[in-house]
């Protein structure tokens, strides 16, 4: 069974820091891209970041580059998103994507940047 599992969400100040992490378990070698998703209410869902495990490329959103940062963790299907000075925009939920030849989705972590 493919699972996609989100954690790290929460309460950060803005000009802080913090990361995301995704696990998606179930497949039996890497996924074509790993993508961290976020959509606000009333808002289009909008890719923040994007990894291709295998080759390490990354793409991200105009509105984070230079801030956020997506990497591949240990496992064949991790992925983290390390949020550094964070605005009160990036507020909404996070939500992670294994895309390969199906997508699965998570349910989304919030993240809320607030002084």
């Known amino acids: 069974e493919v699972k996609v599992v989100e954690s790290g969400g929460g309460l950060v100040h803005p000009g802080g820091s913090l990361r995301l992490s995704c696990e998606a378990s179930?497949?039996?070698?890497?996924?074509?891209?790993m993508n961290w998703f976020r959509q606000a209410p009333g808002k289009e869902r909008e890719l923040v970041a994007r990894?291709?495990?295998?080759?390490?490329?990354?793409n991200y959103a105009d509105s984070v580059k230079g801030r956020f940062t997506i990497t591949r963790g240990n496992g064949r299907n991790t992925t983290y998103l390390e949020m550094n000075n964070p605005k009160p925009e990036d507020t909404t939920v996070y939500i992670c994507?294994?895309?390969?030849?199906?997508?699965?989705w998570g349910q989304g972590t919030k993240v809320t940047v607030s002084s």
């Open positions: 179930g497949f039996s070698n890497s996924v074509l891209s």
């Open positions: 990894i291709f495990p295998v080759s390490g490329t990354t």
């Open positions: 994507c294994a895309m390969n030849t199906i997508d699965y």
